[in-house]
């Protein structure tokens, strides 16, 4: 029979009831340091006093307004989005799957405006998650995702990871809209895009009058030691799609886009009910309030710097199960020679949490203020779990 609960996850026998920063708590008591950070969302930890503090706040006045009205939380954290990014305006959104159709839709809606309609295709990447929904699978491409899920949204070009030719022709096709890229991609394996190949793709869109789409969900909102990682190659996206952090742990997300890029979006060309709602809105101004802070994000690289140090030693005192470590910031990947699955069950049971990518990868996504006595006691429990996967 099928369960109460439509069985599309696998999931490991954990049931947490209570997050306290870093650690995640089970009924009996038993505690897990959670590198996985609900695959990133939980930029700040889990409970952060500031983050409920302006949620209860926001509960206690209105928790749903239509986009009929103003929204003030909305405006000021669209405000402070605009003011620390290349943005000029910001759609809110309930998660990144909803950014994702946003930002499909604005690059095709830029250039039916502009008097050429046939421009459509999206250019993607093997190896790219830009969520479930029917635009999201179709974008990526990979058939995990869409197999029995056809027919697929037309207009998707994909092209393999790294291929710098095939990229080069593809962009020069007359219908081609935009380029939809990862920075850094998560799903994938935690595959940075070097900054060379992001500013190459900044000049290659120029070239052709074709747009720039940076999917930022999984690497954005300080991830990476910047709030967003683009910002490392000094270079910016006219379109960018942010959610995962920027909630902190509420279902919240946006597309940021230039002027320019948004100038089709005009009243009456797409909405959402609860994007930007209130509640999301209180959370995402909070955590903009701590993450988007020079101080902060110098913090966050410091430890960084530390986490990946010591799991370069991880790595080296583990031959034969980790084979190099990889990633940028807060999110690193541990290339695996043991079945990355085993290496996260012998986690579990060593009290630690971390996520499976692809490319046979675990990920390690921790809060960003994670302590440097957290990182410390990671490793411990991460040399535990692969000496018990070493030793079978
Ligand atoms: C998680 C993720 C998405 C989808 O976000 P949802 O909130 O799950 O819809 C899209 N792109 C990237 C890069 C992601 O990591």
């Known amino acids: 029979m099928i369960s109460s609960i439509l069985p599309t996850y696998n999931r490991a ?3 947490f009831v209570k997050g306290e920063g870093s650690w995640l708590i089970e009924a009996d008591g038993r505690r897990f340091l959670d590198l996985g950070a609900g695959i990133a969302v939980n930029c700040l930890g889990h409970a952060h006093p500031g983050l409920t503090a302006a949620l209860t706040e926001q509960a206690g ?13 909305q405006k000021t954290l669209a405000d402070k989005l605009v003011d620390a990014t290349f943005a000029d305006t910001v759609f809110f959104t309930n998660s990144g799957t909803e950014a994702c159709e946003l930002a499909v839709k604005m690059a095709r809606k830029y250039f039916y405006d502009k008097g050429q309609p046939d421009k459509t295709d999206i250019i993607t990447f093997s190896g790219s998650f830009h969520g479930r929904s029917s635009a999201g699978i179709a974008a990526a491409g990979s058939e995990k995702m869409t197999k029995g899920f056809g027919p697929l949204l037309p207009g998707f070009v994909h092209l393999e990871f790294g291929d710098h030719d095939g990229l080069t022709s593809a962009a020069a096709e007359p219908n081609v809209a935009a380029i939809l890229i990862e920075p850094v991609q998560g799903e994938g394996g ?8 992001l500013k190459g793709l900044r000049d290659l869109a120029d070239e052709h009058g074709i747009l720039l789409i940076f999917d930022e969900v999984q690497c954005g909102v300080g991830r990476t030691g910047k709030l967003f990682a683009h910002e490392w190659a000094g270079i910016a996206p006219d379109i960018m799609m942010v959610a995962k952090g920027i909630g902190g742990g509420f279902p919240l997300g946006a597309v940021l886009a230039t002027e320019n890029a948004a100038s089709g979006m005009t009243a009456g060309t797409h909405g959402s009910t609860y994007g930007g709602n209130p509640l999301g809105c209180a959370v995402g101004n909070a955590v903009m309030d701590i ?18 140090q010591k799991l370069e030693g991880l790595v080296a005192d583990n031959p034969d199960v980790f084979e190099a470590v990889r990633g940028s910031g807060m999110m690193l990947g541990l290339k695996c020679k043991a079945t990355n699955s085993d290496v996260v069950a012998a ?6 949490i971390t996520i499976p990518a692809a490319d046979n990868v675990i990920r390690l996504l921790p809060a960003l203020n994670i302590t440097d006595a957290e990182i410390d006691e990671a490793m411990t429990r991460l040399d535990k779990a692969a000496k018990a996967v070493a030793n079978g």
């Open 291 to 308: 993450v988007a802070d020079d101080a902060f994000l110098s913090d966050v690289n410091r430890r960084a710097g530390l986490l990946r």
């Open 347 to 352: 986690g579990y049971a060593a009290d630690v």
């Open 190 to 197: 935690i595959r940075p895009v070097p900054d060379q190949c």
């Open 61 to 73: 006045q209105v928790w749903h307004m239509s986009n009929l009205y103003n929204i003030p939380a």
């Open 13 to 15: 026998p954990l049931t």
